[in-house]
């Protein structure tokens, strides 16, 4: 989504706080989005198809460390690296490299990688901290996206048994 700025006469502004008092929106900006969604599917702009796009990637994620919620998977891995300026160890299931190992982030990353080809957990933190999904199959690449986003929408342990079957 994009911020934009209309100017609009007071009464709109009224009758939209009228409308938000009467629980009918939650804020002038859905009611806003959605006269323009209206519009733009009354005109044949916009499709059901596109809609449906619309509403997948308008769900919120959040943060399974701390609570913070964004709107875009990639706002959210950016935000859970955060958490782990070094990664030390798997944050999936505590495994750690051996005090030895020259770049234990890599080696974080690389247990990550082989595990997410047997675990739906694994595969969704390798999402967070890979470099690039272009080096996968394409159907595990689905899988690591897929668990992402079911870790991030708190609906991880519901989706875990469909993508074991991937």
């Not at 955060?82 to 234990?104: D, S």
């Amino acid at each position: 989504m994009r911020t934009i700025a209309v100017i609009m006469p007071e009464l709109y502004l009224r009758l939209l706080d009228r409308l938000v008092r009467a629980g009918i929106y939650s804020s002038r900006c859905e009611a806003i989005r959605a006269a323009v969604r209206d519009l733009l599917t009354k005109h044949g702009l916009l499709s059901v198809k596109e809609l449906m796009v619309e509403h997948e990637m308008s769900d919120e994620f959040m943060c399974p460390l701390c609570g913070y919620k964004t709107h875009s998977l990639s706002g959210l891995k950016r935000h859970i690296k955060r958490h782990f300026p070094r990664l030390e160890e798997c944050p999936a299931c505590g495994w750690r490299p051996g005090y030895h190992h020259p770049n234990v982030t890599n080696a974080v990353v690389i247990h990550l990688a082989r595990m997410a080809k047997n675990d739906t957990l694994h595969a969704a933190w390798y999402y967070v901290f890979c470099y690039s999904l272009s080096k996968l199959k394409p159907e595990m690449r689905e899988k690591v996206r897929m668990a992402f986003r079911a870790l991030a929408t708190g609906r991880l342990s519901t989706i875990m048994m469909e993508l074991e079957a991937i």
